[in-house]
Structures are given as structure tokens and as C-alpha cells.
């Protein structure tokens, strides 16, 4: 079972997040510009297998990760509601899709379906949702460090940084790690000239 944690007090067996939600909001602003340079730059050179090297940093940072002693994402921002998820969802909840729409959901800016308040109205006091099975699909893909054509998603996921510790990391582990392979291939370029 995973940690939980109750009002700021760390249980025995919790993690504490890297970094905390305290000052992650300065970190990804620090790192914001170095981060849109360097996306930039791997839209112009992007590795075959990039979506590889980035689904391997995702999977290492989810595992140290705990996200039940953060819920960052569900307590500021709201996933997109798609019809096929409203359909899913009111069912479970027995509810009218108009019902719970009525209830739950407003449009944004752009049209898109989202949720009427923050926190989600699904996110229980332990952090866990309360609709984890039939939950969004955006909920399921969040932070996107773990989907095809990840060079799609590169501004999204600068956005994410400020919201999601696990997508600061990978971003900053992804930085670190590309950079490097860079830097030892132009070594070893300018070795052979
Ligand atoms: S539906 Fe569940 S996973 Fe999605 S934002 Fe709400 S509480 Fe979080
Ligand atoms: S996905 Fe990111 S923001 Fe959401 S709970 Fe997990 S670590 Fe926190």
C-alpha cells in the first residue's frame, strides 16, 4: 500500500516529494527558459527514440514518486472531460449524463468540457479519487511523459512542471541526459577531425 499523508504529517513510510510543492512553482519558473530552448532545439534534432528515453525517465521517477502524498495536479487543475468520459463516469455514479454535467462540469475558454471548481470534486481526504477506475482519460495520461510523439507535447509538459514534481524531474532528467549524449558525440567528432 502506498503512503498516505493527513494534513502535512509524513507517515512512517512516505517518501517526501522532490521537490516539494512549496518550491516547485520557483524551480520550473527558474527552469522555464533554458527548457523551452532546449525543446526547441530537439524539435530540430529529435532522436529516434525519443519517446523511449523519455517513457524510461517516467517510469523511474513514478517509481519513487508517491502520488498519493501529492494530488498537486487534482487540487489545481482540471482534466478535460471527453464525451465518452462523461458517458463512463455518470454511469458509475448512476447519474444523467446531463445530471452530472449540470452538476460537475462547466466549458473553458476553448469549449472544452472541465471541472466546475478546484479541488476535483472526486478527490477524497487521503488524496485518492474517488472515480479512480472510470476516471478522465486526460487523469490516466497526466503528467503525458508517458504517451507517443512525446515532441508533440513539449509545451504542455513546461506547463506541467510548475503543477507535477514527477514532470519537473523528468524534464530536468531528460535535459541532463540528451545534453550528455550530445556533448560526448561532439567530442568524439571533433576527436576523429
Ligand atoms: S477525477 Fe480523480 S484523478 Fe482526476 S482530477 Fe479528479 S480526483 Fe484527480
Ligand atoms: S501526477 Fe504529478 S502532480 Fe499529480 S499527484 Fe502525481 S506527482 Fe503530483
Same mark, same amino acid.
Given at each position: 500500500m502506498q503512503a498516505l499523508k493527513y494534513d502535512n504529517v509524513f507517515l512512517p513510510n512516505m517518501k517526501p516529494l522532490k521537490p516539494s510543492l512549496e518550491e516547485l512553482p520557483k524551480l520550473a519558473r527558474d527552469k522555464s527558459k533554458e527548457s523551452k530552448q532546449f525543446f526547441k532545439m530537439l524539435k530540430r534534432r529529435t532522436p529516434k527514440n525519443l519517446d523511449y528515453i523519455v517513457s524510461d525517465l517516467h517510469d523511474a521517477e513514478f517509481e519513487k514518486t508517491d502520488c498519493l502524498s501529492c494530488a498537486n495536479c487534482c487540487k489545481t487543475t482540471s482534466p478535460m472531460f471527453t464525451h465518452v468520459d462523461i458517458k463512463r463516469i455518470s454511469k458509475h455514479l448512476r447519474m444523467k449524463e446531463m445530471q452530472f454535467i449540470d452538476k460537475y462540469l462547466n466549458n473553458d475558454e476553448d469549449d472544452f468540457m472541465v471541472?466546475?471548481?478546484? @479541488?476535483?470534486?472526486?478527490? =477524497?481526504? =487521503?488524496?485518492?479519487?474517488?472515480i479512480y477506475d472510470v476516471r478522465p482519460k486526460a487523469c490516466s495520461e497526466y @503528467?503525458?511523459?508517458?504517451?507517443?510523439?512525446f515532441i508533440q507535447l513539449t509545451e504542455l509538459t513546461v506547463n506541467n512542471t510548475s503543477v507535477c514534481p514527477a514532470a519537473y524531474n523528468i524534464v530536468e532528467n531528460l535535459k541532463e541526459t540528451l545534453l550528455n549524449k550530445l556533448d560526448k558525440k561532439g567530442k568524439s567528432q571533433r576527436k576523429r577531425s
Open positions: 471541472l466546475k471548481e478546484m @479541488p476535483c470534486a472526486f478527490l =477524497d481526504s =487521503d488524496n485518492s479519487c474517488f @503528467p503525458h511523459t508517458n504517451r507517443r510523439k
